[in-house]
């Protein structure tokens, strides 16, 4: 209805006839006062809605609206006062009951006296800026009931005591307890919060503290979680039955405080109960409630639990890496890692959630330990050459890949990636040669895997060398081929024509070879020269093996499988009972270490030997002198002889590579800063230094001494010039 | 259609108009009557008096549910004040 309307009913209101009665007001005002008492007393049924509107409609009509609104003010506040008293009046656990009652019933009557005033809600009340009448029954029932001196404490403490007798396993009524909390809501939520809300979260602090107290003292770190855990979810049942859902933070927040922030570090290093413990243990529902309940602690809950566990496991990595016991056996090192990168995987996985922030601890923990060792890129190398020489062998593909994954893991955490390379290469190199590789493919796929990592530059060289021995089986096929019957009889020769560069070959001096091999050797020599005109061969005797057709004193036939030197060794035996150490190494001019090592496999084996040992002992010393031995005997026809080699390097030959690879890094390390220098023209020592390690830790850590050096040697060269105003400044020369 | 879905509605001189309960109800004052909570006579009877309702306007504001119609003027004023006090 538009105000224009609104106003011609007030000019024509004076024709109406009620008007005539001076005592008119007072007499409709009674009516309706009696049927608001009908009403609280539930007498409504049989009044007339229609005549009670009217009334009250009339009222407002002609201008009595003010003395309608205060004597519904003070008819309602007169029956809220008895209602207040009968309230006081109820004894013990009624209380609430009579409460939630009148309550009840005083909504219904608040509505039906709304609705037959509504006219004045509609009109009067607006434009007078009063209360609207719904609002004003719930502001008297709050001000006259609620806030009666007699009421509003007993209230409060009633319902917090209901509360406390809950936490304490006693049922209440949760429905009654629902009606008077949403009570107070509906008075607004100003009511609720300070009539209860705040209360109840005050009493909850003190009780939570208290029983987190007796809790810690009483409980391990597993069992004090598992209360935590059902505190928190009984508080957020509580809060759904019967509470404001707006109640749920604070009161979460308050059982996280009391329960799990004031006692984080007592929990995460509870002596035996504690992280470390859950961790040892693999207790993952135990460091999973701990995640989750920490998780909850704003200010670095899970700071605290990551911290600890890394820590932890940077303390275990560094004592197996370092632990001279682990030394000895480089694949059970390896498998150890994985074991334990394995065991935290699956913990961050099952308890952590595969939280981000907790891998990231775990592999920073990894590549802080596994680089502490300086030996880690060889013995993992020494681990895949294992796994590709036998661990691999009947296992499926998808297996492999998973085991040449984990390898990759590693791999990724170590600093010195050349170094790894140079092994890996060794390591290849001698399984390609010996033939020894259980799965070209899972060569191949590791090598895919490094490529990806590291780019082609990393393992070109390890692809020429299977290039290189691809090429030699064709060349060996078209060799006989062509040659077949020229060779007759003569000693077959398999031949591994090896790049230079590509294999980790050292220029050693080649050993005397016996006559009858020398002979198929040179006629591979010319055939393979006269197909590829300007290369050099040379003999890598050093590497080689064959098998040699042997009968010994009792007639017994066996093949043997030796090594080229030892092969040297025995063919002299054919012309001599009895030879000296110093005729042997006369004979064959094998490099003295080499000799004695090969000698040693021969005569110290401790059951078959194939020369006797004149001493016998287990050293070779110069004056020692060798015999066959007549005796020798073995189940198997074919016999290998492994030669005394250390799998792992021994010290010297570690500090060997370890040059070699420094000698390495040094082009590396003179290219990146020439790089670096060529697009920035000028650049100061300390920025060049951090753009040289930028470039290269993807291969290796370069050491700024290093680096330091090879700018001297390339101003030395002339590459690049000092500043002549600031001598920290370098200039590229082009 | 069944009793309980219509209501009577009564003019001051007595006609009795039996409506669609839906329609009326379009009139909040009708709705509140009908709906509030407690038993008043209305709602127990199903029916509603008007005394200062005239049967012509009674019979306009029955009519007025339905479909639009010519108001003759001089009944413009009494007609509206009706609506005032049904709040339609």
């Not at chain 1, 219904?108 to 007078?128: E, G, H, N, V």
């Not at chain 1, 055939?527 to 290369?535: F, K, W």
């Amino acid at each position: 209805m538009s105000g224009q309307k609104k106003k011609n009913f007030q000019i024509e209101a004076f024709k109406h006839r009620v008007m005539v009665d001076p005592k008119y007001a007072e007499k409709t005002w009674k009516i309706l006062e009696h049927a608001i008492q009908e009403i609280y007393n539930h007498n409504a049924s049989g009044l007339s809605f229609e005549e009670l509107y009217r009334n009250a409609y009339n009222m407002v009509l002609h201008k009595f609206g003010e003395k309608l609104y205060s004597g519904l003010v003070t008819t309602m506040t007169s029956h809220l006062s008895d209602i207040s008293k009968s309230i006081e009046a109820a004894q013990g656990e009624l209380f609430l009951e009579e409460l939630n009652r009148k309550w009840l019933d005083h909504n219904k009557a608040l509505q039906m006296i709304r609705d037959i005033l509504m006219y004045m809600d509609r009109t009067f009340i607006p434009s007078t800026n009063k209360t609207p009448v719904h609002e004003l029954g719930l502001n008297l029932w709050r001000d006259v009931v609620i806030h009666s001196s007699k009421t509003q404490i007993r209230l409060q403490d009633t319902l917090l005591e209901l509360v406390h007798r809950e936490r304490n396993g006693e049922v209440i009524n949760r429905g009654l307890m629902r009606s008077i909390i949403k009570m107070l809501m509906d008075l607004g939520s100003s009511v609720y919060q300070d009539d209860f809300e705040q209360h109840f979260l005050e009493v909850s602090a003190n009780f939570y503290g208290l029983e987190s107290q007796q809790y810690i003292e009483s409980c391990d770190c597993g069992d004090y979680l598992k209360k935590a855990e059902r505190r928190l979810n009984e508080e957020t049942e509580r809060v759904s039955h019967y509470l404001d859902a707006r109640s749920l933070e604070k009161i979460t927040n308050v059982v996280e405080k009391e329960m799990i922030e004031n006692h984080m570090h007592r929990l995460v290093h509870m002596e035996n109960s504690g992280l470390v413990n859950m961790l040892v243990n693999d207790k993952y529902d135990d460091l999973g409630r701990k995640y989750n309940l920490f998780r909850r602690v704003a200010n670095g809950g899970l700071l605290i639990v990551r911290d600890v566990m890394t820590s932890y496991i940077r303390d275990t990595g560094k004592q197996l890496v370092t632990d001279p016991e682990r030394l000895k056996d480089p694949v059970d090192f390896v498998q150890r890692l994985l074991d334990l990168k394995d065991k935290y995987d699956k913990i961050i996985s099952l308890a952590f959630n595969n939280d981000k922030t907790f891998q990231n601890a775990l592999n920073s923990s990894f590549e802080y330990f596994i680089n502490l060792n300086a030996r880690s890129p060889e013995f993992i190398s020494l681990f895949v050459d294992d796994k590709l020489r036998k661990g691999l062998k009947g296992v499926s593909e998808e297996d492999v890949e998973v085991v040449l994954d984990k390898v990759m893991m590693l791999f990724r955490y170590l600093q010195e990636k050349d170094v790894f390379e140079k092994y890996y290469k060794q390591h290849l190199a001698k399984r390609l040669l010996a033939g020894k590789t259980v799965s070209d493919d899972a060569e191949r796929s590791l090598i895919v895997k490094l490529k990806t990592e590291c780019g082609y530059q990393f393992t070109s060289k390890l692809e020429g060398m299977f290039t290189d021995m691809k090429t030699s089986q064709d060349t060996m096929q078209g060799f006989h081929e062509s040659l077949g019957a020229e060779l007759g009889d003569s000693p077959s020769l398999t031949v591994q024509v090896l790049t230079t560069g590509s294999w980790p070959t050292q220029p050693s001096a080649t050993c005397n070879l016996p006559a009858e091999i020398l002979g198929v050797c040179e006629k591979f020599r010319s055939y393979y020269l006269g197909t590829h005109t300007g290369r050099r061969l040379s003999w890598q005797t050093n590497m080689g093996t064959a098998d040699l057709k042997a009968i010994f004193g009792k007639g017994q036939k066996h093949e043997l499988n030796v090594s080229t030197y030892q092969m040297c060794v025995l063919m002299l035996f054919n012309n001599a009972d009895r030879l000296s150490y110093k005729e042997i190494e006369q004979a064959t001019e094998i490099p003295a270490s080499d000799l004695k090592r090969c000698l040693q496999s021969l005569a110290c084996a401790r059951v078959k030997s194939v020369l006797r040992k004149e001493p016998i002992g287990r050293d070779i010393a110069e004056d020692d002198a060798f015999s066959v031995n007549d005796k020798f005997s073995s189940k198997l026809y074919k016999v290998r002889i492994s030669t005394v080699a250390a799998q792992r390097e021994s010290e010297p030959e570690n500090q060997e590579t370890r040059q070699r690879v420094e000698e390495d890094r040094k082009p590396q390390i003179e290219a990146a800063i020439v790089r670096i220098m060529k697009s920035r023209r000028v650049l100061d020592h300390n920025n060049i230094v951090a753009e040289v390690i930028k470039q290269l830790q993807s291969r290796f850590l370069p050491n700024p001494v290093v680096i330091k050096k090879r700018i001297e040697s390339l101003i030395e060269r002339e590459f690049l010039e000092r500043d002549k105003n600031d001598r920290k400044l370098y200039r590229y020369l082009a | 259609m069944k009793k309980e879905d219509m209501v009577k509605l009564i003019s001051a001189e007595g006609f009795e108009f039996v409506i669609d309960k839906d329609a009326a109800m379009v009139s909040q004052t009708i709705y509140n009557m009908l709906t509030s909570p407690g038993s008043f006579a209305e709602t127990q009877h199903g029916e509603v008096t008007f005394p200062e309702i005239s049967t012509t306007i009674l019979e306009k504001i029955c009519n007025g549910k339905e479909t639009e119609f010519p108001i003759e003027p001089e009944l413009t004023l009494e007609l509206m004040m009706a609506a005032n006090y049904l709040h339609t």
